[in-house]
Nanobody, 124 residues
Framework: QAQLVESGGGLVQPGGSLRLSCAASGFTLNYDAIGWFRQAPGKERERVSCISSRGGMTYYLSSVKGRFTISRDNAKNTVYLQMNSLSPEDTAVYYC?????????????????WGQGTQVTVSS
């Protein structure tokens, strides 16, 4: 069964770092743009970052630019999100998903094959 599995979330203090992983099983990610999204309680899901199929193009939400880095290892069929200088405002469930259009879009409706999500909590 084709699915994405996120991991790497947890509880971290403000200013700390986490690296999220998005691993695919049952299919290859190598030809797809992959997005990382997050959803905090009571808020809409928003795209945090996106990476093109070969990694040449990356996109970031303005509030995470300079702090988050998206990357991919196609040999491992995995996409990563390195998150540094975390703040309480980054607290959310983080999801990865596959672009339906092969391109990066900011609209979650253009993505599918969503993983189950991984909780990131930034708190002292």
């Amino acid at each position: 069964q084709a699915q994405l599995v996120e991991s790497g979330g947890g509880l971290v203090q403000p200013g700390g770092s986490l690296r999220l992983s998005c691993a695919a099983s049952g299919f290859t990610l190598n030809y797809d743009a992959i997005g990382w999204f997050r959803q905090a309680p009571g808020k809409e899901r928003e795209r945090v970052s996106c990476i093109s199929s070969r990694g040449g193009m990356t996109y970031y939400l303005s509030s995470v630019k300079g702090r988050f880095t998206i990357s991919r290892d196609n040999a491992k069929n995995t996409v990563y999100l390195q998150m540094n200088s975390l703040s309480p405002e980054d607290t959310a469930v983080y999801y990865c998903a596959v672009s339906k259009t092969k391109f990066c879009s900011s609209d979650p409706r253009n993505f599918d094959s969503w993983g189950q999500g991984t909780q990131v909590t930034v708190s002292s």
